[in-house]
C-alpha cells in the first residue's frame, strides 16, 4: 500500500549498516517510483530448457546417479523454465527409479505419454484414420493417464510443428527430442491453417474435459473432428471470405435461413388446412 511504503521509505533513505533488504514482486509496475529509485533492480526471467538439463546433469553426476540424457531433457521441459520445479521432479523420480533414470521410467512417473504415441497420433491424424485414434486413447485410459495431460502435449507437439512451418525453427519443438526428418514429415502432412485450428480445438477440448462429467466422450469427439479437418470448417469456410462476419456470426445466419424456412413450411400447412377443409364441406 502506499502508506507501507511511506513508512519504509524513511528506513530506506537512512539504512542502518548492518541491514540489506531484498523485495521480490510480480508487480514491479505498482512499486513507487521513490523506493526504486533507491534500489539495484534485477528482473528474473525464465531459465532455458538447455540450462535446466545442464544443471540437472550436474546434479545426477554429482549424485552418482545413471541416467539417460533424453530422461534429463524430458524433466527439463516439464520444469516449463524454473529450477526449482526441475529440481524437486528429478528428486521425486530419482527416489521412485532406483538410482536408474530412464526416458520410460520419467514419462511413467510424469503421467506423459511420450513421443512415441504423439507420433503414432500424428501419423493417425494424417492418415484420418478413426479406428486407431479411439484405440490409442482407449489405451490411455486402460493406462490411467489424465485426459487434459494428453490434450496439453499433444497441443505443445503441434505448436512446435506450427514453428517449424512458420519459420524453419526445429529448437521450436522443444517438448520432445524430435529429430529434424520427423519434424520435416510430420510438419509436411499439414498446412499452416489446419495446424492453427487443430491447437484451437483441443485448447477448446481441454476446456470440455475440465467441466465435462465424461471427459472421454470429449476428447474422442475433438481428436474425431480433427481427422475429419475438412468436413468440421466447411461450414466455417463459406463465411471466411466475406468481410465483417465472424464464423460464430456466419453459424448464426445458417441457423437463421433454416429456421425461415421452417416457419415457410408451417405457414403454408395452415393457410392450407382450411381451404382443404372447406372443400370437403
Given at each position: 500500500?502506499?502508506?507501507?511504503?511511506?513508512?519504509?521509505?524513511?528506513?530506506?533513505?537512512?539504512?542502518?549498516?548492518?541491514?540489506?533488504?531484498?523485495?521480490?514482486?510480480?508487480?514491479a509496475h505498482k512499486v513507487p517510483a521513490t523506493i526504486q529509485s533507491r534500489c539495484q533492480r534485477y528482473d528474473f526471467k525464465r531459465i532455458t530448457v538447455d540450462d535446466i538439463f545442464g544443471r540437472l546433469k550436474t546434479v545426477a553426476d554429482d549424485m552418482e546417479i545413471s541416467y539417460d540424457d533424453e530422461a534429463l531433457r524430458?524433466?527439463?521441459?516439464?520444469?516449463?523454465?524454473?529450477?526449482?520445479?526441475?529440481?524437486s521432479l528429478l528428486d521425486q523420480c530419482i527416489a521412485l527409479s532406483e538410482q536408474s533414470l530412464t526416458l520410460a521410467r520419467v514419462q511413467q512417473l510424469l503421467g506423459l505419454v511420450g513421443k512415441e504415441w504423439l507420433?503414432?497420433?500424428?501419423?493417425?491424424?494424417?492418415?484420418?484414420?478413426?479406428?486407431?485414434?479411439?484405440?490409442?486413447?482407449?489405451?490411455?485410459?486402460q493406462s490411467g493417464k489424465d485426459l487434459q495431460q494428453?490434450?496439453?502435449?499433444?497441443?505443445?507437439?503441434?505448436?512446435?510443428?506450427?514453428?517449424?512451418?512458420?519459420?524453419?525453427?526445429i529448437d521450436g519443438v522443444e517438448y520432445y527430442a524430435s529429430d529434424s526428418d520427423t519434424v520435416k514429415k510430420q510438419a509436411a502432412g499439414f498446412t499452416q491453417e489446419?495446424?492453427?485450428?487443430i491447437i484451437r480445438r483441443l485448447h477448446d477440448a481441454s476446456s470440455e474435459v475440465k467441466w465435462s462429467p465424461q471427459p472421454r466422450i470429449a476428447v474422442e469427439a475433438a481428436l474425431l473432428e480433427i481427422c475429419q479437418w475438412e468436413g468440421a470448417v466447411k461450414d466455417q469456410s463459406a463465411f471466411r471470405d466475406k468481410p465483417g462476419i465472424s464464423i460464430d456470426e456466419g453459424r448464426i445466419a445458417q441457423l437463421e435461413?433454416?429456421?425461415?424456412?421452417?416457419?415457410?413450411?408451417l405457414r403454408q400447412g395452415v393457410s392450407a388446412a382450411p381451404a382443404d377443409n372447406r372443400g370437403k364441406r
Open positions: 500500500t502506499t502508506e507501507a511504503f511511506n513508512a519504509l521509505l524513511k528506513t530506506l533513505e537512512e539504512p542502518p549498516p548492518h541491514v540489506v533488504f531484498i523485495m521480490a514482486t510480480t508487480e524430458m524433466i527439463a521441459v516439464k520444469a516449463d523454465g524454473g529450477m526449482r520445479d526441475a529440481l507420433d503414432r497420433m500424428i501419423e493417425a491424424i494424417q492418415g484420418r484414420n478413426a479406428a486407431d485414434v479411439l484405440e490409442m486413447v482407449n489405451e490411455l485410459i494428453v490434450l496439453g502435449e499433444l497441443g505443445m507437439h503441434f505448436r512446435g510443428l506450427m514453428i517449424f512451418k512458420a519459420a524453419g525453427l489446419q495446424i492453427v485450428w435461413k433454416k429456421l425461415a424456412q421452417v416457419m415457410g413450411m
